[in-house]
C-alpha cells in the first residue's frame, strides 16, 4: 500500500447510491467540506485504503485508485505509523486516534487528526477500519508559531486541551530545560506533577478561578519545584480559549522570575528596616509576630513587649539640630540593639519610639528583669559630634505569659499595653521602668478600640472638614481658610485631632485620610475661591508620614484635577517634623511640590528648631507663628521680640507671615503693628462647618471686607 487516496463520491457511505434527498452523496460531501474533514476507510488485510468523502478537487471517481492530485499522506514513516497504530486498535481499545500531514491535490500540505474506529472483524475478515480526519491545520500552525517564540524568549509555554483527552498538546523545549523533566514525563504526569510542588494556595486560586470562568489574561506568581528539587519561581500567564468541539484551551507562558523575586525581595527588605537607625520597622515587627507567638508557645516562655521612648528627645532636636537628633536616635537604637539577645528584635517605631521584643524567657521573674534592666543602656552618656549627652529613656513593658496567646490579644492590644505602660513611666518623671498592670487595662482598651475604629473612618464616610477662616491684615479680608480635620466616632461624638492624629500617623493611616482630606479641602474651597479671588484660599495640614510616601505629588495632582482648583490656590502646611528623618528627601519632595504651583506653609513656627536659616534653603512661601507665641505677645517681651524677628526675617527672605490662635483684639493691634500679613483665631472664628464657612464668606464679602473688624464673624 502505497497511498491513500480520496474517492469523489459518497458511494461507501451509501450503498445503495441514494441519500435521503435522492441527492446521492450531495449533502455528505458538502458537510464534510464544510467541516475541513475527510473520510476514509481502511482494509486492515492490507487491501488499499478508500478515501470515502472530502477534500477531493473532484476530478476522479471511486475506487479510481490511487491518482496524482489526490490528498496523500505523503510522509511513508507517518503511513507506517497510522497503519501499526490502526492494526493495535484492532485487538485493544478498537480506536485510533493520530495526527498527520497530508499532501493535498494542489501540492500543499494540511494536517489532519484521525479518529478511527474498528467497523468490523471477525474470522473471516481482519477487519476494516472507518476514520474520519478534520483539518487541524491553523492549530498546527499556532503551535508552531508558539514553538517558534517559545525557543526564542526562553519562555515556558504548556498547552493543555480539555475533553476526552485532557493533557498537554505542547510543551516548549524552555520548559523541559527549566523544570528538568523529560516530554514523556510532563505528558505522562500531567501539570500539577510538572510544576508539582507548587504552593498549595496558587493551585487552589488557579482552579477557583478556572472553574469561575475568569481566568483568561491572569498571571500567578509561585514557587515550583523543578526536578532535581531546587525551587524555580514562576509567573504563570493563562490565554483561554475554547474549541469547535467545546473543550477549553488553555495556554499557559510560564516565565521565570527569579531575578524579579530577588530584586522584590530587597525592596522588601527595604521596607522592613528602618531608614535612619537599620533598625526593623513597624512593618516588619508585624510580619514576624505570627512567628515570634508560634516559636513562643512550642518553647512555653515568656515574651516582653518594651516600648522605649527618649526622656525630652524635643530638647535635644531643638536644642542641638536635626543632625545631632538623627545621631542620638541612631546611638540609642544601636545601644538598645547591644543590650538584647540573639532572638529578640529592636523595632523603631517612629521618631523616638522604639520598641524592643524579648524573648524565651523562663519565669515571670526573669521577664520583669529583663524589661527593668532596660534602662541599664544608658547609664553611660552618648558621645556625639556636640559632645556627650546623658540620656535617659522611659520604659513600658507588656508581659506576655506561656501557652497559647489569647487570640484577641494581637499586636495592637500589646503594643497599646506597652504604650500605656510607658506614659504611666513618663508621668513619674520618666527614667524608669513600668509594667503593665490590671489597672490601665481601660486605657490600653481604648486605644485597641480606636484604632480598630479610625480604620473604618475613612471608609464609613466618619470623617469630616472643618474650616477656619484666615484674616489679611491689611484690610481684615477673609482671605481663604485652613481645613481641620475631625471625627465623628458613632459613640464618642466628634473627636478633635488631638486625640487621633497621632495615632493615625502612628500606623500610616494618616496617609489615606491625608489624601481625602485634600481632596476634600480642594472641592470645598471651590465655594470661595472664585468670590475671594486667586491666591492660597484652603490651607491643608501635611503630615511628616505622607511627605513620606512615594506618591505625594501624585495625590496632589489628582486633588487638584478633581476639583478644578488652580495650584496657587493651595496652601499645603508641613511641620518641622517633616524634616527629622531626612532632611534632604524632605527638601527634594518639597521642591516637586512646589514646582505645581502649590505653596508651602510651615506650620507651629516658633515651638521647635526653628532656625530661620534653614527657611532659606526650602521652599517656603510661609510661616505660620505658633499659637504659645502669640499668647505671650501682650504679657512676655521676650515672644514680642521672637514675632518681631520672624516677621523681619520672613519679610527678607520675602516669605508671607501669618499668625495663628490671634484671641484677643490687643494681640491683634499688635500683629498689625508689628507689620505680621495674615492671622487667623477664634477673634475671627473658630473652625466651623463647610455651610457656615461659604455662609461667613458671603456676608464677609457683603460687607466689604469689613466683618471681621466688627467681629461679626466671631461665634
Ligand atoms: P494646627 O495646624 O496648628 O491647627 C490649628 C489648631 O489651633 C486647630 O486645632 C485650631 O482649632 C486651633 N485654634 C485655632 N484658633 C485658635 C485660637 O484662637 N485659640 C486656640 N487655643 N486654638 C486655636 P485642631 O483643629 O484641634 O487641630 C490641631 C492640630 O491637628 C492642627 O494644628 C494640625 O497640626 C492637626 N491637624 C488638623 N487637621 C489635620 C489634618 O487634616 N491632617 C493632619 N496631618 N493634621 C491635622
Ligand atoms: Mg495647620
Ligand atoms: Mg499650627
Excluded at 478515501?51 to 511513508?76: K, M, T, Y
Excluded at 545621631?327 to 524592643?356: E, I, P, T, Y
Excluded at 506561656?402 to 492590644?413: E, M, N, Q, R
Excluded at 489628582?558 to 490656590?569: E, K, M, N, Q, Y
Aim: aromatic content about 6%.
Amino acid at each position: 500500500m502505497d497511498v491513500m487516496r480520496v474517492p469523489s463520491t459518497t458511494s461507501h457511505v451509501v450503498p445503495d447510491g441514494s441519500s435521503p434527498t435522492g441527492e446521492p452523496g450531495g449533502r455528505l460531501e458538502a458537510l464534510m467540506a464544510a467541516a475541513g474533514a475527510l473520510a476514509w476507510e481502511l482494509d486492515l488485510a492490507g487491501g488499499e485504503p478508500i478515501w470515502l468523502a472530502g477534500g477531493h478537487d473532484g476530478r476522479n471517481q471511486p475506487g479510481d485508485g490511487i491518482a496524482a492530485g489526490e490528498p496523500s499522506v505523503a510522509d511513508p514513516g507517518d503511513r507506517e505509523r497510522v497503519l501499526a497504530a490502526a492494526l493495535a486498535a484492532l485487538g485493544g481499545s478498537r480506536w485510533l486516534s493520530s495526527t498527520l500531514p497530508v499532501t493535498m491535490a494542489d501540492g500543499t500540505t494540511r494536517w489532519y487528526a484521525l479518529t478511527g474506529q474498528v467497523v468490523a472483524a471477525d474470522e473471516a475478515s481482519a477487519g476494516r477500519m472507518c476514520a474520519i480526519a478534520l483539518d487541524v491545520t491553523r492549530e498546527r500552525e499556532t503551535l508552531d508559531r508558539l514553538r517558534m517564540h517559545s525557543e526564542q524568549a526562553r519562555e515556558l509555554i504548556v498547552r493543555l486541551r480539555t475533553g476526552p483527552h485532557l493533557g498537554f498538546e505542547y510543551v516548549s523545549p524552555a520548559c523541559l530545560y527549566f523544570t528538568g523533566y523529560t516530554e514523556k514525563e510532563m505528558y505522562d504526569n500531567g501539570i500539577a506533577y510538572a510544576f508539582g510542588a507548587v504552593e498549595p494556595s496558587a493551585v487552589a486560586r488557579i482552579r477557583e478561578d478556572l472553574l469561575r470562568g475568569s481566568i483568561e489574561g491572569k498571571s500567578y506568581d509561585f514557587p515550583s519545584r523543578r526536578k532535581d528539587g531546587s525551587v524555580l519561581w514562576v509567573r504563570a500567564t493563562f490565554r483561554q480559549s475554547v474549541d469547535e468541539a467545546g473543550h477549553l484551551l488553555l495556554e499557559i507562558a510560564v516565565r521565570d522570575i527569579g531575578q524579579m523575586r530577588a530584586l522584590e525581595l530587597e525592596v522588601t527588605r527595604l521596607r522592613l528596616t528602618d531608614g535612619l537607625t537599620g533598625l526593623l520597622s513597624r512593618q516588619a515587627l508585624e510580619e514576624q509576630w505570627p512567628l515570634l507567638r508560634e516559636r513562643a508557645q512550642v518553647s512555653g516562655t515568656w515574651t516582653v513587649l518594651a516600648h522605649v521612648d527618649i526622656d525630652r528627645f524635643g530638647l535635644v532636636n531643638s536644642g542641638l539640630g536635626i543632625s545631632a537628633g538623627d545621631q542620638l536616635l541612631k546611638s540609642v537604637g544601636h545601644r538598645l540593639a547591644q543590650s538584647v539577645g540573639a532572638g529578640d528584635l529592636v523595632v523603631r517605631l517612629g521618631s523616638d519610639d522604639f520598641l524592643l521584643v524579648l524573648t524565651g524567657l523562663d519565669s515571670r521573674r526573669s521577664a520583669l528583669r529583663s524589661a527593668r534592666s532596660l534602662t541599664g543602656a544608658f547609664v553611660e552618656p552618648i558621645a556625639g559630634d556636640s559632645g556627650r549627652l546623658s540620656v535617659t529613656v522611659s520604659v513600658g513593658a507588656s508581659l506576655i505569659p506561656p501557652g497559647p496567646w489569647d487570640a484577641g490579644d494581637g499586636l495592637d492590644s500589646r503594643l497599646a499595653e506597652a504604650d500605656v505602660a510607658m506614659r504611666a513611666a513618663k508621668a513619674r518623671g520618666g527614667n524608669g521602668v513600668e509594667v503593665f498592670a490590671g489597672g490601665m487595662r481601660a486605657e490600653a482598651r481604648d486605644k485597641v478600640e480606636l484604632l480598630a475604629a479610625l480604620r473604618d473612618a475613612v471608609d464609613q464616610n466618619q470623617l469630616v472638614l472643618f474650616y477656619q477662616p484666615i484674616v489679611r491684615l491689611s484690610d481684615q479680608a477673609v482671605a481663604g481658610a485652613e481645613a481641620l480635620v475631625r471625627w465623628e466616632h458613632p459613640r464618642r461624638g466628634l473627636l478633635l485631632p488631638g486625640e487621633f492624629v497621632g495615632l493615625a500617623e502612628e500606623t500610616g493611616w494618616i496617609v489615606p485620610i491625608g489624601a481625602w482630606v485634600l481632596d476634600t479641602a480642594c472641592r470645598a474651597a471651590q465655594a470661595w475661591t472664585g468670590i475671594l479671588g486667586g491666591g492660597s484660599a484652603i490651607a491643608v495640614n501635611l503630615s511628616a508620614r505622607q511627605l513620606g510616601t512615594a506618591d505625594l505629588v501624585g495625590a496632589i495632582t489628582s486633588a487638584l484635577d478633581r476639583s478644578t482648583l488652580a495650584p496657587g490656590d493651595l496652601v499645603l502646611e508641613i511641620t518641622e517634623t517633616a524634616f527629622i528623618d531626612d532632611f534632604d528627601a524632605a527638601v527634594w519632595t518639597l521642591r516637586r511640590v512646589s514646582d505645581l504651583g502649590v505653596h508651602l506653609a510651615l506650620d507651629d513656627f516658633g515651638t521647635g528648631y526653628s532656625s530661620l536659616a534653614y527657611l532659606a534653603q526650602l521652599p517656603i512661601d510661609r510661616v505660620k507663628i505658633d499659637r504659645s507665641m502669640v499668647a505671650g505677645l501682650e504679657s512676655n517681651p521676650h515672644s514680642r521680640a521672637v514675632v518681631a524677628g520672624i516677621v523681619g526675617m520672613a519679610d527678607a527672605l520675602e516669605i508671607q507671615t501669618i499668625a495663628e490662635g490671634v484671641e484677643s483684639v490687643e494681640q491683634l493691634r499688635m500683629l498689625v503693628e508689628l507689620g505680621c500679613d495674615l492671622a487667623q483665631g477664634f477673634l475671627f472664628s473658630r473652625p466651623v462647618p463647610l455651610s457656615e464657612m461659604e455662609q461667613l464668606v458671603a456676608r464677609d464679602v457683603a460687607a466689604g471686607g469689613k466683618s471681621t473688624r466688627s467681629r461679626k464673624l466671631h461665634h
